[in-house]
């Protein structure tokens, strides 16, 4: 019979590896100790918006045991520590619930049960818990976390003994999703998931900084990321497409814990302020073209799709649409998102607009012919850093675009 695995603490990680660990044939016991959100789950009625995963719980309804009492989890050979770490304005973890919930658990275990840490922590976290635990490396990407966890590329572990067999039911867990499994040090496992953060950010940094260029020389970054993609050193699946900085809240704390650490030890990390300067840069992109075009037209009506941080989300934590509306106190914006207020329709909101700013490249946006953005509109510019309409249609239909990475299309 397969292990029996917990998940306690059911906001998005949990949620989302307690969905795949059911696909996967193994029976879940998922607990939290907010008694309306476990009934709540028990319904299927889920906090989050995540492609596929109501589904996969409704699907899967008869491997799960949601529970608000401590004592289900004795019924379980793996536990994980799987709530969301919070962060503050300068990228901080507020460690407060993983430690609570830590207590709690390792209470309720049964004799050789395995408990695991899944929750990003900081560097020396769970070495000084002094309890034996492993730190699993979560790879939590909104609007694609399912599709992931149900195909890891691998599996990080820390241990406090990397040469030690992982327990049988931990590691016939974690065999069960094909992919290679790597055990290293606490210490190194905890800083892989800011190493993988850090690299992410680097090629997000390189393509804002030159897509920008690209803006000002009349090239197009579009027609550049294809040759990169073709050089085996960066490789067909790098990230190229040009954004509003970085986003979401991970990124930003791994770069603000790592200049911490750089200033405890005397280390360097100019590159990371570099980052996250590059970051605060670029976030101000459709601001600033905005404010040229109020500069032709203070009255312009003003319509947003999209307020998210990014797509297949309802997280707007540091969204950068947020972040451009916040820069226009007192007006008074035409808002539509599929994640917030799937009432309207786009068009009805475009409708008699001078401007649409399309700031979340939501898929539902993609399907919208620009003609039909055009017939709706009362004029002809679309600030649309994405590029989520069909370049060549825009223009037959008149529009403006302004685009990451390109001269605007008049």
């Known amino acids: 019979m397969s292990a029996v695995i917990a998940y306690v603490g059911l906001t998005?990680?949990?949620?989302?590896?307690?969905?795949?660990?059911?696909?996967?044939?193994?029976?879940?016991?998922?607990?939290?100790?907010?008694?309306?959100?476990v009934k709540g789950l028990a319904s299927a009625t889920l906090p989050v918006e995540e492609p596929g995963l109501e589904a996969a719980y409704r699907s899967k309804r008869e491997r799960f045991v949601f529970s608000s009492d401590p004592a289900t989890l004795g019924q379980a050979d793996v536990v994980?520590?799987?709530?969301?770490?919070?962060?503050?304005?300068?990228?901080?973890?507020?460690?407060?619930?993983?430690?609570?919930?830590?207590?709690?658990?390792?209470?309720?275990?049964?004799p050789g049960a395995t408990l695991v840490i899944?929750?990003?922590?900081?560097?020396?976290?769970?070495?000084?818990?002094?309890?034996?635990?492993?730190?699993?490396v979560e790879t939590l990407v909104f609007g694609q976390a399912l599709?992931?966890?149900?195909?890891?590329?691998?599996?990080?572990?820390?241990?406090?003994?990397?040469a030690a067999e992982l327990p049988a039911a931990y590691?016939?867990?974690?065999?069960?999703?094909g992919c290679p499994i790597l055990r290293m040090r606490y210490e190194s496992a905890e800083l892989t998931k800011i190493a993988i953060n850090c690299f992410l950010v680097a090629s997000v940094s390189a393509t804002n900084t030159l897509a920008e260029l690209c803006e000002k020389l009349s090239a197009d970054w579009s027609e550049i990321a294809p040759a990169l993609r073709l050089d085996r050193r960066i490789g067909?699946?790098?990230?190229?497409?040009?954004?509003l900085g970085i986003a979401g809240g991970n990124l930003e704390r791994d770069?603000?814990?790592?200049?911490?650490?750089?200033?405890?030890?005397?280390?360097?990390?100019?590159?990371?302020?570099?980052?996250?300067?590059?970051?605060?840069?670029?976030?101000?992109?459709?601001?600033?073209?905005?404010?040229?075009?109020?500069?032709?037209?203070?009255?312009?009506?003003v319509a947003v799709w999209g307020l998210t941080y990014k797509e297949n989300t309802n997280s707007t934590k540091n969204s950068p649409s947020l972040a451009t509306l916040a820069q226009f106190p007192g007006m008074r914006f035409?808002?539509?998102?599929?994640?917030?207020?799937?009432?309207?329709?786009?068009?009805?909101?475009?409708?008699?607009?001078?401007?649409?700013?399309?700031?979340?490249?939501?898929?539902?946006?993609?399907?919208?012919?620009?003609?039909?953005?055009?017939?709706?509109?009362?004029?002809?510019?679309?600030?649309?850093?994405?590029?989520?309409?069909?370049?060549?249609?825009?223009?037959?239909a008149g529009l403006t675009v302004h685009a990451l990475g390109r001269p605007a299309d008049a």
């Open 12 to 37: 998005h990680l949990g949620l989302v590896y307690a969905a795949a660990s059911a696909a996967k044939g193994f029976r879940v016991v998922a607990f939290d100790p907010d008694e309306p959100l």
């Open 255 to 301: 770069l603000a814990t790592v200049i911490r650490f750089a200033e405890q030890h005397g280390t360097d990390a100019g590159v990371v302020r570099a980052w996250v300067g590059n970051s605060q840069h670029r976030r101000n992109w459709a601001a600033g073209v905005l404010k040229k075009i109020l500069e032709q037209n203070a009255d312009a009506v």
């Open 334 to 396: 035409r808002k539509h998102d599929p994640a917030l207020d799937a009432k309207e329709e786009p068009l009805a909101v475009a409708r008699g607009a001078d401007v649409l700013m399309i700031l979340t490249p939501w898929p539902q946006y993609r399907g919208i012919a620009p003609a039909q953005v055009a017939a709706a509109m009362r004029g002809r510019t679309v600030v649309d850093p994405y590029g989520v309409l069909d370049r060549k249609a825009a223009r037959d």
């Open 236 to 243: 067909p699946h790098a990230y190229l497409a040009p954004g």
């Open 147 to 162: 599709a992931r966890a149900m195909e890891p590329e691998r599996f990080i572990v820390g241990c406090a003994d990397p």
């Open 80 to 110: 994980f520590i799987s709530a969301d770490v919070p962060t503050d304005d300068q990228g901080r973890s507020d460690l407060a619930r993983t430690r609570k919930l830590i207590d709690l658990a390792k209470g309720s275990l049964k």
């Open 171 to 177: 590691a016939s867990f974690l065999q069960a999703f």
């Open 118 to 136: 899944l929750c990003q922590v900081p560097p020396g976290f769970t070495r000084s818990l002094g309890l034996p635990v492993y730190y699993q």
